[in-house]
């Protein structure tokens, strides 16, 4: 019986970037892999292959009436990259019957792992004890009760509630935190399921002794956490910026962060690399982290995991149920945006 073939072309990233030996293997064995080399997918290997696939897989999909037509088969759009780009034409797709699908929710693990040792970096100082002890200043046994503090028992908020908040909260459980979240795609039968307290943005960021941002970014909310927003933290607290750079105005946050009344952990910024004269790196009461939440080996392996799930699930003609689907979600809303960061997801949707 032949197999159904599907499209690879991941270049930006790296085939063994985003499958194990043991689900590349899986993906050979159930498909007529085309292509699924580290370099971009020639022009006339890919005509070629449209009107036999049943997917494509890539880090910068163009999919519009053109591609459709040459792909009659065609069941599923599968991006790499980790947010919905606007190069993919979402209404004809719809029409058809072409799921389109983002990796973002195989972020989790890495990512949510990072935020946690960014939070007890940040909580417990650390980064900052390091740095005062390599020059010969640190404080032997001193209770720092002004900046530091214990995630036992502790408020804890989230901005965004998807995927890889989901995944943080569940590492923080043994802390037994106190947890609030603000996430418009929340309602309040899912977050008691979920043991969090539904609250505003204002109530998260001003309750909270450490907050995480996680809301995947969109046309409504860049720069959602701004100079008024920040002034709602209390002295002494904790942000840990991990989705997007997109959602937080980085000069308030530097003003607020630079006579430490307030401490930020970063993996993500509005430019990378960043600027080497800038003043964040000069500030005491940053953590910065240069954009490698899910830079630790196997780290995104978890998302080859899942097409390959999904991709077995489509070809049996059931809906795919790992990775995140546009249908879903509010696609007018995240289509195209974007900066430098992995997206993390979208409200409660996994």
């Known amino acids: ?43 006339d290997v890919l005509e070629s292959a ?6 494509l897989i890539s880090a910068d999909p163009k999919v519009g009436a053109g591609t459709l037509a040459a792909a009659p088969g065609l ?10 780009p606007a190069s993919i034409d979402y209404a004809a797709c719809a029409k058809k019957g ?22 007890l970096s940040g909580a417990r100082g650390l980064v900052t004890e390091h740095e005062l002890f390599r020059n010969g200043r640190e404080s032997w046994l001193a209770d720092h009760a002004e900046r530091d ?40 039968e899912a977050a008691e399921a979920k043991g969090v307290i539904l609250a505003s943005l204002d109530e998260v960021l001003s ?10 970014p969109t046309v409504e909310n860049k720069g959602m956490i701004g100079a008024r927003q920040l002034s ?16 937080v105005d980085f000069d308030a946050l530097l003003r607020d962060t630079t006579f430490g009344r307030i401490r930020a952990a970063i993996d993500v910024f509005p430019q990378e690399p960043v600027d080497k004269k800038s003043q964040m790196r000069f500030n005491p009461n940053l953590i910065l982290s240069p954009h490698r939440a899910a830079a630790v080996k196997g ?18 003609g059931r809906a795919p149920t790992r990775l995140l689907r546009a249908a879903e979600c509010d696609v007018a809303l995240v289509a195209g945006v974007s900066d430098s960061a992995p997206v993390a997801d979208m409200a409660s949707k996994r």
């Open 149 to 188: 503090f214990s995630l036992f028992d502790c408020p804890i908020g989230f901005v965004g509630f998807g995927s890889i908040a989901q995944e943080t909260l569940r590492l923080l459980r043994p802390f037994r935190p106190i947890v609030r979240a603000y996430d418009p795609y929340l309602d309040e």
């Open 75 to 84: 069941k599923a759009v599968i991006e790499v990259s980790g947010a919905f």
């Open 207 to 216: 309750q909270s002794r450490c907050t995480f941002v996680m809301a995947a």
């Open 98 to 119: 072409v799921e389109v699908l983002s990796c973002a929710p195989g972020f989790r693990e890495s990512v949510a792992e990072m935020a946690v040792a960014m939070a």
């Open 232 to 247: 709602r933290m209390p002295n002494g607290s904790l942000l840990v910026l991990a989705s997007r750079a997109h959602l």
């Open 299 to 316: 780290g995104r392996h978890l998302i080859g995991k899942m097409i390959v799930d999904d991709l077995q699930d489509i070809a049996a």
């Open 1 to 43: 019986m032949q197999k159904p073939a599907i499209v690879l072309d991941a270049y930006w990233r790296q085939v063994s970037e985003l499958f194990s030996e043991a689900d590349y293997a899986r993906l050979h064995t159930a498909f007529d892999v085309i292509w699924g080399q580290d370099a971009p997918i020639p022009a």
């Open 50 to 55: 449209l009107p036999k696939a049943i997917a």
